[in-house]
């Protein structure tokens, strides 16, 4: 990126290449999301068979219930 900048090397031997390691971090992450993101799969469930999604993608509202918190 910076091949002839004495002032980028002198920072990069001073405080390191901060640029590649966000950028690696940043693909660590985009990898670990990747795995956390992918849908669960039930014991038995058969590859392409898909379920239907139930409302409110499986979270459930509860009332409040009335009185001091």
Same mark, same amino acid.
């Not at 068979?49 to 459930?60: H, I, K």
């Given at each position: 990126?910076? &091949? /002839?900048?004495?002032?980028?090397?002198?920072?990069?031997?001073?405080?390191? /290449?901060?640029? !590649? &390691?966000?950028?690696? /971090?940043? !693909?660590?992450?985009?990898? !670990?999301?990747?795995?956390?993101?992918? #849908?669960?799969?039930?014991?038995?469930?058969?590859?392409?068979?898909?379920? &239907?999604?139930? #409302?409110? *993608? *499986?979270? &459930?509202?509860?009332?409040?219930?009335?009185?001091?918190?």
């Amino acid at each position: 990126m910076f &091949q /002839d900048s004495p002032i980028y090397d002198r920072l990069v031997a001073e405080r390191g /290449d901060i640029p !590649e &390691q966000v950028r690696r /971090d940043a !693909e660590r992450v985009s990898r !670990e999301l990747e795995v956390a993101m992918r #849908p669960l799969h039930a014991p038995g469930h058969l590859p392409g068979s898909e379920r &239907q999604p139930s #409302p409110g *993608g *499986g979270w &459930q509202r509860t009332a409040m219930l009335p009185g001091p918190r």
